[in-house]
């Protein structure tokens, strides 16, 4: 099981950026899949969900109207568009894979790529 991150970097106040996460190994289409973000002394948060087939999203707060979340079963890969980048946003950015059946969590996790927004 592999979930690989790429497309993060530095980006000046106002950029933007696409986040990718290629999936292998697991049952893609079947996950409802995440991003979630941890700056320096802070606690990981959800930034961004959408369901197994795409029918449903939800976002947190901090980023509705900037970042939009969206997913290729196809090719078994999930995306994170952030426009409207500001330096809060700075953060490792992780992608999360979860199936849950029968109430267990059958879940994997990115190994994270940087974002960093700065002048």
């Known amino acids: 099981v592999q979930l690989l991150e790429s497309g993060g970097g530095l980006v000046k106040p106002g950029g933007s950026l696409r986040l990718s996460c290629a999936a292998s190994?697991?049952?893609?289409?079947?996950?409802?899949m995440s991003w979630y973000r941890q700056a320096p002394g802070k606690e990981r948060e959800l930034v961004a969900r959408?369901?197994?087939?795409?029918?449903?999203?939800n976002y947190a707060n901090s980023v509705r109207g900037r970042f939009t979340i969206s997913r290729d079963n196809a090719k078994d890969t999930v995306y994170l568009q952030m426009n409207s980048l500001k330096p809060e946003d700075t953060a490792v950015y992780y992608c999360?894979?979860?199936?849950?059946?029968?109430?267990?969590?059958?879940?994997?996790w990115g190994q994270g790529t940087q974002v960093t927004v700065s002048s």
């Open positions: 999360y894979a979860q199936y849950r059946v029968r109430s267990v969590d059958y879940d994997y």
């Open positions: 959408i369901t197994s087939i795409g029918g449903s999203t």
């Open positions: 190994g697991f049952t893609f289409s079947s996950y409802a």
